[in-house]
């Protein structure tokens, strides 16, 4: 599985963004798919995930109600819809796939696919 993510760039507190991460090489309805950050001289951390059938999505709680993932099997697109963005949410944020599963993975380990990873800067 090839994952692009796109969409990253600099926005003021307060503003949105829509990052998108296209896949390719695996049928893209079988995949859990997940979206994680990186900070400077931070661990990776999980943002936000939805299950291969798009029927469950789960969110740290720190995007909680500010951050909306979703899925377009059409479009092999998994989309992760950003507002109300903080300071705090800068960093570079990657996509992850791994074939679907009846629970959804909120840690790194349980991802067997990753994008390249696009820079998300929040200024205050």
């Known amino acids: 599985v090839q994952l692009q993510a796109s969409g990253g760039g600099l926005v003021q507190a307060g503003g949105s963004l829509r990052l998108s991460c296209a896949a390719s090489g695996r049928t893209f309805s079988s995949l859990d798919m997940g979206w994680f950050r990186q900070a400077p001289g931070k661990e990776r951390e999980f943002v936000a995930a939805i299950s291969w059938s798009g029927s469950s999505t789960y969110y740290a709680d720190s995007v909680k109600g500010r951050f909306t993932i979703s899925r377009d099997d059409a479009k092999n697109t998994v989309y992760l819809q950003m507002n109300s963005l903080k300071p705090e949410d800068t960093a570079v944020y990657y996509c992850?796939?791994?074939?679907?599963?009846?629970?959804?993975?909120?840690?790194?380990?349980?991802?067997?696919?990753w994008g390249q990873g696009t820079q998300v800067t929040v200024s205050s």
């Open positions: 992850a796939a791994r074939g679907g599963r009846h629970i959804i993975a909120v840690v790194s380990t349980a991802y067997d696919y």
